[in-house]
């Protein structure tokens, strides 16, 4: 990776991560997953991809589904607050070293210009302002479904050096909200914002650049257990990977679900504020079997072990480097692994039937 806290240009001012483009092997089995299930819009649909948005979403989409021949994450999109900040943006990554585009309005349909990179993680970023607008369905109260979806909330990649992600984001003025470390001050994740959530993009140590998930929000929590109740009724219940529960790092409500193509797919409701400049950062002790979930639940192996490959900026995967720090999953479970629910009880701090 460029050192990414030397001196740089000053970076574009993003309001928020705006979509993601993700490409899936089988279009018509990801239209029901993700149009008959989560009752994503349909903007534009054509031969080989779906323009899809949340009922909060006024902006062309937050969501493109491509076919392709590999499943696979393209972009990840966000928003700048000025079209100036896409010169800012430009200059940003140039100094920084990696492949950069300057590419026209419509190179992604309802999109206008755009700054395109290969980010210093590896990961295929956009940055754009203008973006054509569509109906707001925030009342369309006859179309939401029992699951509603209302926008998109975050980002999570996976990356082998979390300090090191965390400086590069922080050079593009994101701040942290919570992170995860042990006492030897290895740090297994952290969650940084631009909007005033808990996060716009979360980073997952391991090996990478893979994308984890990304996530939708809903307003209530019923929401969410109607997805639930969907999948089980329709036999589809082994599309639910982890969850619903309660987070411990956000104290959202979640679901993890995997598309028919294994895209780990979040939604997530009643993460917290954190507008003010002196929001507090939490550090989760990795230890401690409240910081994932709340009540203590495990976190099944796959969700630790599982990602999805990226692209670069021509569509083809990159390749991944190996996290040589501790695994969360080994320090926390296994044989060589321990956590606590209460710290310093004697008790087993787990759940029996936790452990693999
Ligand atoms: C956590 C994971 C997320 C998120 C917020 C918090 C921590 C966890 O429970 O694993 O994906 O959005």
């Given at each position: 990776m460029s050192d990414t806290t030397r001196d740089l240009p000053t970076p574009p001012d993003v309001i928020r991560c705006a979509y993601a483009e993700l490409v899936v092997t089988d279009l018509q089995a990801s239209k029901w997953f993700y149009t008959g299930l989560l009752g994503l819009v349909v903007t534009h649909e054509t031969e080989d991809a779906l323009y899809l948005r949340a009922f909060e979403e006024y902006l062309h989409h937050s969501l493109v589904v491509r076919q392709g021949p590999v499943a696979a994450a393209a972009k990840f999109a966000y928003r700048v607050r000025t079209p100036q900040d896409l010169d800012l943006a430009e200059a940003h990554y140039r100094a920084l070293g990696v492949e950069v585009r300057r590419v026209p309005a419509g190179t992604t349909r309802g999109i206008g210009e755009a700054v395109q990179v290969v980010d210093p993680l590896g990961f295929p970023v956009e940055f754009f302002h203008e973006a054509e607008h569509v109906e707001r369905?925030?009342?369309r109260y006859d179309l939401?479904?029992?699951?509603?979806i209302s926008r998109l909330d975050h980002f999570n990649v996976v990356t082998p050096d979390v300090p090191a992600a965390r400086a590069y984001y922080e050079g593009l003025g994101f701040k942290v909200s919570e992170d995860i470390e042990d006492d030897e001050g290895t740090v297994y994740a952290a969650w940084m914002y631009?909007?005033?959530?808990?996060?716009d993009v979360a980073l997952t140590g391991g090996?990478?650049?893979?994308?984890?998930h990304i996530a939708f929000a809903t307003h209530e929590r019923s929401q969410i257990l109607h997805l639930c109740d969907h999948l089980g009724a329709v036999r589809?219940?082994?599309?639910?990977?982890?969850?619903?529960g309660r987070h411990g790092v956000s104290n959202a409500f979640y679901l993890y679900l995997l598309d028919p193509d294994g895209h780990r797919i979040e939604i997530y409701t009643h993460d917290y504020y954190t507008g003010d400049p002196d929001n507090p950062v939490i550090t989760w002790d990795?230890?401690?079997?409240?910081?994932?979930d709340w009540w203590g639940n495990p976190v099944v192996p796959s969700w630790y072990a599982n990602a999805s490959t990226v692209l670069d900026l021509d569509g083809t995967p990159r390749p991944v480097t190996e996290r040589t720090q501790d695994r969360e999953s080994d320090v926390t479970i296994g044989a060589d692994g321990f956590s606590y629910t209460r710290k310093d009880d004697e008790a087993v701090g787990f759940k029996v039937g936790h452990q693999v």
């Open positions: 369905f925030h009342q939401h479904g029992a699951g509603a631009r909007k005033p959530t808990v996060h090996d990478g650049p893979r994308m984890h589809r219940s082994d599309q639910i990977e982890r969850g619903p990795v230890h401690d079997n409240q910081r994932r």
